[in-house]
Structures are given as C-alpha cells and as structure tokens.
C-alpha cells in the first residue's frame, strides 16, 4: 500500500531519516490506517507540493520544522514530569518569546500541520472536525481564532463554497503561513479576512458567526473562561463552536493548565455552553482516570452549542 502513496511517503521517510526516534512511532501509526487515511494524506501532500513541499529543499526545511517540534515537546514532558508545572504562567511572555518571533513560530506551525498526518490523536482530533462539518447544515458565517497553520481554515472554506470566513490570530506569522496555505489551496482570497490581534480585546459585534473554531487555543491564553465567554457571545443562538485542549501537555508556550477533563467541561458549562459530542483522547494507552495522577495528557475535542 505505502507504495501507492509516493508524496507522504516521501516526507515520512525524509522526517524518519532526519530524526530516527520518529522512525517507529510512525510506522506504527501509519501501518495500521485505513485506505481514507493514506489517501487524505497522499492528497494533502501533493496539495502542499504546489508550495511548502515543491522543492526538495522546502521538504527539508517542513521535516526539520516538524522534527525540531517534536523534540522541543520532548523536552518540555521531561521537565513536566520533573516539576508537574508548565514552563510559562504569562501569556504575554509568551507571546514575546513565540508568537512575535518569525522564526520560531514559523517551524512551529509547519511542525504542526504535519503533525495532524502523523500524531495518532492530532489525526483523531481532524477526524472529528470533519466529520462533524460534513454532516453539518451550510455555514455562512466562520470565525476561526488561531488559524495557526491554516489547515481547519481550508477544511472549513473548502466544505462550504459560500462561505464568509474571519480568521483571527494574535500572530503575524501565523497569518502570513494560514495565508500560504490557503492559497496552496487554492481558495479565493476574496472568501477570508484576516484580524491581527487579541481575541479579548479586538472590537468585534456580538451574535454574527454561526460556526466559530477554537482548535488548541486555551491552553495558550491566561484567561480561559473570558475566552469562551466572549465567544458564546459572538454565536448565533443556533450557531456551533470546534474547540480542542489538552490536559497535562507543556509546550513552549502553554499557559493554562488543564489536569482533567472535567475542568475542561466545568469551564464550558462556566462560560454558558454546552456539550454536544466530545472526544477524549489520552496520548498514551492508559485509562483516562489515571492521566492526571501520572501527567499523561489528554487531547479533548467537543463540539459545543450555547445553553438554554
């Protein structure tokens, strides 16, 4: 079968040979997906051959990015077994440290966009999200905070064609790499505008999105709950929100520390929403019970409406 798949074979092995350590992990992975899986993949691939992947040296440059994301997680799961706290407690360091620098945010979020074709969870999570907009009525109105890599961006513009979307990140580089991929997509710029800024604080009229997406954003930010609280009030009454975090996962720039994932629901139900489908996913093969007490993170995914 892998032969089939000659593009995403070609960035799994140019990632397995810069970093062996990956090597196993996934094969492991891969060698046990469906023929959706390696097509989906094999498509996203040769999407990105019309630009981050077009040259060998730029499939270098993405297989280094991914590699050097996942040793930074690496080190940051050591030193959280260690401490059983998260590096940063401040986002605006954050923020100094990663979101203003172009470098470091840029291998980040190309790391990361590969990471949802070779991560088990990540995959799972991007799984869900399809899932649910396939099945969905059309959407009209999108606001995505955090587009990072531009990936659940494209998914959504492309699954609706009229739709009007509002892509909002506190990062320049981010913009500047969602910008790529969407128009390695191919969609329209016309269909998307993009707001630089601070969700908490950028002036923006209540009532108007009947699908907002918040993928891995609250564990980055100080203000959890004002984050979903502002974004109950920016949806439609019968509008819907994608949103995922994780339990016990550091990173360069996590902030907020969730250690179950009854926090998680406490602070849904907190910011006047509810849950409509959810999906925990623990990042090693454990039951959840015991993720908090042994620092295992849980990558959570729900789809969320606002409450009665």
Sequence with gaps: MMNDYPEFMRMVEL??????????????????????????????????????????????????????????????????????????????????????????MRYYMVGLFLSYLLWPN??????????????????????????GHGLFAAETLRRFPGLRATLLDISKTSIQVTSEILATFQIDSSRFDFIHGDFLTVPMEGGDFDFISMGEVLEHVNDALGFLERACRLLKDDGRIFMTTCTNSPALDHIYHFHNTNEIRDLIHQAGLRILREKALPAEAVPEERCEAE???INYCAILAKRA
Excluded at 123 to 140: A, C, D, H, N, R
């Design 122 to 147: 990540h995959f799972k999570m991007l799984q869900f999200f399809k899932t649910y907009i396939q099945g969905s009525p059309t959407v009209e109105r999108y606001l995505e905070i955090a587009p």
């Design 15 to 104: 990632v397995s040979s810069l970093n062996p350590l990956q090597r196993k992990r996934i094969n492991h992975f891969i060698s046990r997906q469906d023929q959706e899986y390696w097509e989906y993949a094999e498509d996203i691939c040769r999407t990105l051959g019309r630009s981050f992947l077009k040259t060998n040296a730029g499939r270098v440059t993405a297989a280094s990015a991914y590699n050097r994301m996942t040793l930074d997680f690496l080190a940051e799961q050591i030193r959280f077994k260690k401490t059983g706290v998260y590096l940063l407690n401040d986002a605006k360091v954050a923020r100094a440290n990663v979101y203003d620098q172009p470098e470091v």
């Design 295 to 297: 620092l295992i993170t």
